[in-house]
């Protein structure tokens, strides 16, 4: 398992959110702060506080994950 989704699987399981850098276009990185709820086929389901809504994330744009001390509390069941 890759070391990024080792992180998210464990924060998900810990209901603490994470902190995610991914490119979305070539030489365009962005931070997130989400709640981890499920990965499935190389994709990422979580809930991001600057959407305020559930979106999905391509791993394979991940270039660092960090888990957050902060917690959140589930808005749906976590399949991680």
Known sequence: MPEF???IR??????RRVL?????APGTQY??????????DGKL???????N??????LGTVSRV???PRS???RRAIEL
């Open 10 to 15: 464990e924060a998900g399981r810990e209901q």
């Open 53 to 58: 809504e559930f979106r999905t994330l391509e």
């Open 20 to 24: 995610v850098r991914f490119e979305s």
């Open 66 to 68: 960090e888990i957050s």
């Open 5 to 7: 989704e080792r992180l």
């Open 72 to 74: 959140f509390t589930p």
């Open 31 to 40: 931070e997130r702060e989400l709640e981890p709820y499920s990965i499935q």
């Open 45 to 51: 389901y979580a809930f991001s506080y600057l959407r």
